[in-house]
């Protein structure tokens, strides 16, 4: 069965630097549009950013210009380069493999990985 398996998280101070990784099996990586989002406690699950499979970027706003996502289909990865993180960053990141075609999804879920930034 497809599997997403993130790492990279860990606790940083504010103001540093992380880069998560998002490793992919059984599919075929390459016609997946992957994404990362981020839930933090009391919270609902927020789109980070997502890059199509024919790489098109998208950010959300309160990551923009800090954030940078990107992938390697040779290796069938995502990864997520984080910098001058913030104590509001803090928040379990999950990869995200979607595609549709037509009336199809498939839809895939990693289990997480969690980020936190404090001092």
């Known amino acids: 069965q497809v599997q997403l398996v993130e790492s990279g998280g860990g606790l940083v101070q504010p103001g540093g630097s992380l880069r998560l990784s998002c490793a992919a099996s059984?599919?075929?990586?390459?016609?997946?549009?992957m994404g990362w989002y981020r839930q933090a406690p009391g919270k609902q699950r927020e789109l980070v950013a997502v890059?199509?499979?024919?790489?098109?970027?998208n950010y959300a706003g309160a990551v923009k210009g800090r954030f940078s996502i990107s992938r390697d289909n040779a290796k069938n990865t995502v990864f997520l380069q984080m910098d001058s993180l913030k104590p509001e960053d803090t928040a379990v990141y999950y990869c995200?493999?979607?595609?549709?075609?037509?009336?199809?999804?498939?839809?895939?879920w990693g289990q997480g990985t969690q980020v936190t930034v404090s001092s």
């Open positions: 995200n493999a979607n595609r549709k075609v037509r009336q199809s999804i498939w839809d895939y």
């Open positions: 059984k599919l075929i990586f390459s016609m997946y549009d």
């Open positions: 890059i199509t499979s024919g790489v098109s970027t």
